[in-house]
Structures are given as C-alpha cells and as structure tokens.
T-cell receptor, first 112, second 112 residues
Framework: DTGVSQNPRHKITKRGQNVTFRCDPISEHNRLYWYRQTLGQGPEFLTYFQNEAQLEKSRLLSDRFSAERPKGSFSTLEIQRTEQGDSAMYLC??????????FGPGTRLTVT | SQKIEQNSEALNIQEGKTATLTCNYTNYSPAYLQWYRQDPGRGPVFLLLIRENEKEKRKERLKVTFDTTLKQSLFHITASQPADSATYLCALTMDSSYKLIFGSGTRLLVRP
C-alpha cells in the first residue's frame, strides 16, 4: 500500500500526559499537512511542511503542540500536557506539486 | 466573519436520482474549491478540484459548479447508488497558501 499511513490508529491517554503521533506520507510528496477533526465538523488545519520546512502554523494551535519533519519524509506531531479538549481525530495529508491532498486514516486520541 | 456553510441536515435520496449538495462561503476569495468524500472512521478522499476561473468540472458521475459571484459551489452525483452514501466535504484554498479550509460536511444517504 503506497498511501499515507499514520500510527498509532488509536491512543488513549490520561490528562496531563504527552503523546506523539507519526505520519508517513506518499513517498514522492513534498508537502505534508496536519489537521484535527472533531465529531460532526470538518477537518481543521493545524500546520504544514514543504520538505523539512514548517511553512504555516494555525494561530489556534497552542504552544503545547509541536510538529517536526526532520528529513523531509515522515512527520511527528507531539501534544504536551494533554487536556480533554484535545480529544479528536488527528489527520495527516500529503501532496505533490498540486492542490489536492491525500489523507491518511487518522489517529483517534481520547484523553481521559 | 469568515464562514463555509454546508447543509448540516442529511440528504436522503432514492437510488438512481441526482444528489445535489451545496457549499456557500462568506468573506473568502478562494483560488480553488475542492470536494472530498469521507466515510466513518476514515480520512477524506479527494474527488474534484475547480479553479476560480472555471464554472464547471465533471468526472464520471460527478459534476461541480463554482459561482464566485454567488460565493457558492454545487456538487452533483448523477445516477446515485447506495455506495455513494457518505459525508461530503467542501474545502477552499486561497492563492497564498496550500492549506485546506473545510466546511462541516453534508451527509448523503442513498436508499436502495
């Protein structure tokens, strides 16, 4: 399968813990995006990379969130000191030199 | 304020009929408008992209229109099938960024 992959698929954590998610984009895609989606809503943009450079970050993203793409391939999204409001589906997408994006299956985070 | 509105009520139609979904936006000037399909528990799947200078785009049973004066896009599925049942999301892209700005989606249910 050559699509976007995300790990883990599900994560349950206690409030206050740190969590890290991984995204592996389609191999030739130079752009990688992170979104968050809650029930009944469309995905909400968090941040995006072109190669290893983080080019845009949502103003809604608190400083507890950080993302990296160290070698321009896979990316990680870390949430520090998780809160119950962080419970959501975290989606990763990638694209080449085009505007359409290809999404992974998501990581569902539950903060108890 | 900026808004993207899609009908929050589910659209329920008979197999074989044409489904028409609406996306209206306020205080945006998108360069591109895209439609995605999302099944429960999965990431969105790209369907069609239309540029601001295009009025209509077709792909198999799908048709998208884009009216920048009305600030509206219509998404049509002709000869609908039960397998078309899903949530359909519209998303805007501005000229200055690759990120997607999503509406909340409309759920389509096609009855056999």
């Amino acid at each position: 399968d050559t699509g976007v992959s995300q790990n883990p698929r599900h994560k349950i954590t206690k409030r206050g813990q740190n969590v890290t998610f991984r995204c592996d984009p389609i191999s030739e895609h130079n752009r990688l995006y992170w979104y968050r989606q809650t029930l009944g809503q469309g995905p909400e943009f968090l941040t995006y990379f072109q190669n290893e450079a983080q080019l845009e970050k949502s103003r809604l993203l608190s400083d507890r969130f950080s993302a990296e793409r160290p070698k321009g391939s896979f990316s990680t999204l870390e949430i520090q000191r998780t809160e119950q409001g962080d419970s959501a589906m975290y989606l990763c997408a990638s694209s080449e030199d085009s505007y359409e994006q290809y999404f992974g299956p998501g990581t569902r985070l539950t903060v108890t | 304020s900026q808004k993207i509105e899609q009908n929050s009520e589910a659209l329920n139609i008979q197999e074989g009929k044409t489904a028409t979904l609406t996306c209206n936006y306020t205080n945006y000037s998108p360069a591109y408008l895209q439609w995605y399909r999302q099944d429960p528990g999965r990431g969105p799947v790209f369907l069609l992209l239309i540029r601001e200078n295009e009025k209509e785009k077709r792909k198999e049973r799908l048709k998208v229109t884009f009216d920048t004066t009305l600030k509206q896009s219509l998404f049509h599925i002709t000869a609908s099938q039960p397998a078309d049942s899903a949530t359909y999301l519209c998303a805007l892209t501005m000229d200055s960024s690759y990120k997607l700005i999503f509406g909340s989606g409309t759920r389509l249910l096609v009855r056999p």
